[in-house]
């Protein structure tokens, strides 16, 4: 499996992004977006099972990021509305047999996209 994160950039606080990550290679259950900013540990950021389209997020971003839940089995997004400077990282998608929060249940891992929110 091969995963490109892209859509990654220069926002202001307030404004929105929409990332994307196309999957090439064997089928995967589920789709899961982390961040890691400088000199922090990687932190879950949301899931989506494709079996159900269900969808898991963590509690920061709850309401202000979205998976858009589009029948396109090889790309993922991530919507992300009313950036804050804090949601600064490198984005990651990853894909996993299962949906989990963890990042070590997932197999495979795209190369990152920046996003930077200034204030």
């Known amino acids: 499996v091969q995963l490109q994160a892209s859509g990654g950039g220069l926002v202001q606080a307030g404004g929105s992004l929409r990332l994307s990550c196309a999957a090439s290679?064997?089928?995967?259950?589920?789709m899961g977006w982390f961040r890691q900013a400088p000199g922090k540990e990687r932190e879950f950021v949301a899931a989506?099972?494709?079996?159900?389209?269900?969808?898991s997020y963590a509690g920061t971003m709850k309401g202000r990021f979205t998976i858009p839940k589009i029948n396109a089995k090889n790309t993922v997004y991530l919507q992300m509305d009313s950036l804050k400077p804090e949601d600064t990282a490198v984005y990651y998608c990853?894909?996993?047999?299962?949906?989990?929060?963890?990042?070590?249940?997932?197999?495979?891992w795209g190369q990152g996209t920046l996003v930077t929110v200034s204030s």
């Open positions: 989506i099972n494709w079996s159900g389209f269900s969808t």
């Open positions: 290679g064997r089928t995967y259950t589920a």
């Open positions: 990853a894909s996993s047999s299962r949906m989990s929060r963890v990042p070590s249940d997932y197999d495979y």
